[in-house]
């Protein structure tokens, strides 16, 4: 069956470290892989996109890398800030879907001064 | 208005009761969808609709009802609520089918007694 899976329901880290969150699929074949952010009591926020033929996108202190083989992406918040805590959740849309995408369901990062 | 708006903000509702949830926006984007959000369970799609006049099922239909008369409505209806369909309901738009991102209402809390 398919399955998205994001690697830890929780990560805390030291506000200046970097978070990694880390999103894996399985069977599936994405066109593409989406990256919301999702803050207590509000709806998703789009934050980045990255294409199956792209290796790596960056938006400011933000990274995404895809690994089609890994079936695997990487999320990177460089030099982190408290403003940062949030839920982080990834996305992927299904070649032949018609464009639906599937959520995983998101790692909360807490980031402490 | 600008965005997506959603109403009611929260509802508590009687089991057997039908109830409408309201979702309009103002981007004229084509496509529209409705997911709900489930503690450990993550974003799940109802409905969607491409264009006005389409609609379509998603991951979890049963007990949804939708309709796309115009470009910016997309009400969700429940026929006949049940208790567990108590959860954080939302909106999101996106300027085609397939388009890379989807952007959020702020989301509809229902409390099915």
């Known amino acids: 069956s398919q399955k998205i899976e994001q690697n830890s329901e929780a990560l805390n880290i030291q506000e200046g470290k970097t978070a990694t969150l880390t999103c894996n699929y399985t069977?599936?074949?994405?066109?593409?892989l989406q990256w919301y952010r999702q803050d207590p009591g509000r709806g998703p926020v789009f934050l980045l996109l990255i294409r199956e033929n792209e290796k790596e996108k960056r938006k400011e202190r933000l990274k995404v890398t895809f690994d089609t083989t890994l079936k695997q992406s990487l999320f990177h918040i460089t030099a982190s800030q408290p403003a940062d805590s949030a839920t982080y959740l990834c996305a992927l849309d299904i070649w032949g879907s018609q464009g639906n995408l599937i959520f995983g369901k998101g790692t909360k990062l807490s980031v402490k001064p | 208005i600008a965005g997506i708006t959603q109403a009611p903000t929260s509802q508590i509702l009687a089991a057997g009761r039908r109830m409408t949830l309201r979702c309009t926006q103002d981007m004229r984007h084509n496509a529209m969808y409705w997911y709900r959000q489930d503690l450990g369970l993550g974003l799940r799609l109802i409905h969607y609709s491409n264009t006005a006049g389409t609609t379509g099922k998603g991951e979890v239909p049963d007990g949804y009802s939708v309709s796309r008369a115009n470009t910016d409505d997309f009400p969700l209806t429940l026929a006949s609520a049940v208790p567990s369909q108590t959860s954080v309901y939302f909106c999101a738009s996106s300027l085609d089918r397939g388009s890379d991102t989807q952007y959020f209402g702020p989301g509809t809390r229902l409390t099915v007694l």
């Open positions: 069977n599936y074949s994405p066109a593409y």
